[in-house]
């Protein structure tokens, strides 16, 4: 297979101009060379929600041009809930574009997860076990996480089935880990204010919560708390799935605040809302 290749620039790193010269001249020499050599050119992009929106209209602009040749550029793009609202800040041909939502599994989605690699491999999984489907939260790398610890117990173990002894014996060490990874450092970076918003969301329970209810147990109204919000979002501790909703993007990051409630409950967090109440009056 031919080896297609493009040199980047020596100013590369620099970030991309306005106009998007850079970026939509690297896309050109790529697309010349997949051209040259025999092939389509594909572009896979995540983490899109991050980008600038110059750069992903030279994208969009580049994919749109070339569709009106013979061998049109594809793309494909995955990010968070707020990259629909980038896409709708682009010009109208892209609200054509085939856009998907993705979310977690179902409960049922989340058993044949676990259970139908486990028996492809000529193994079988007790019923007990399943409760996996629940501890995981429909979240896929949690799936894949418990369910490749329990494996790694009955390989350990050998046996004909995956137990619950399997899972009591790697579940909790996967949970910790996760607990740091998806809450402990992520909440460590959040300012007094914003972790005073995401405590108050967690009350509220899991799912999309409105903005509104989340204000109204702060005793303020839905602006005193708009930049706050903005702030969880671009930090990735919350999303916006629909407009006036709220919810913790990780799934259980409500029940890990609930549960160090104390913690986190600081002289620095009461004084934050009492200076929102006093500056509200």
Request: hydrophobic share 40%; with cysteine.
């Amino acid at each position: 297979m031919p080896k297609i290749s493009y040199e980047l620039p020596h100013d590369a790193g620099a970030k991309l101009t306005d106009d998007g010269a850079s970026l939509g001249k690297m896309l050109g020499a790529l697309h010349k060379a997949a051209l040259a050599a025999g092939r389509y050119l594909l572009l896979t992009i995540d983490e899109i929600q991050d980008a600038d929106l110059a750069s992903v209209e030279t994208l969009a602009t580049f994919v749109h041009e070339s569709a009106q040749g013979e061998a049109p550029a594809l793309l494909a793009l995955a990010g968070l809930n707020e990259t629909r609202d980038l896409m709708d800040r682009l010009r109208t041909y892209v609200h054509c574009w085939n856009l998907f939502d993705l979310r977690f599994l179902t409960f049922d989605e989340t058993i044949e997860a676990i259970r139908d690699p486990i028996v492809a491999e000529g193994t079988r999984i007790d019923e007990d076990v399943l409760y996996l489907a629940t501890e995981s939260g429909g979240y896929p790398y949690f799936i894949q996480a418990y369910g490749s610890a329990a494996w790694s117990e009955f390989e350990k173990r050998g046996g004909r089935a995956i137990s619950l002894a399997d899972v009591e014996n790697s579940a909790a060490d996967v949970r910790r880990n996760h607990e740091m990874t998806f809450y402990v450092r992520p909440l460590a970076k959040l300012t007094a204010r914003e972790l005073l918003v995401a405590l108050t969301l967690s009350k509220l329970g899991p799912g999309p919560q409105n903005v509104g209810e989340v204000a109204r147990e702060l005793g303020v109204t839905t602006p005193d708390i708009s930049s706050t919000r903005a702030a969880l979002v671009r930090k990735h501790i919350v999303s916006s799935p629909i407009p006036g909703k709220l919810e913790f993007r990780i799934p259980f990051t409500e029940r890990f605040l609930l549960e160090h409630w104390n913690d986190y409950d600081t002289p620095d967090l009461r004084d934050s809302r009492q200076e929102l109440k006093e500056r509200k009056s």
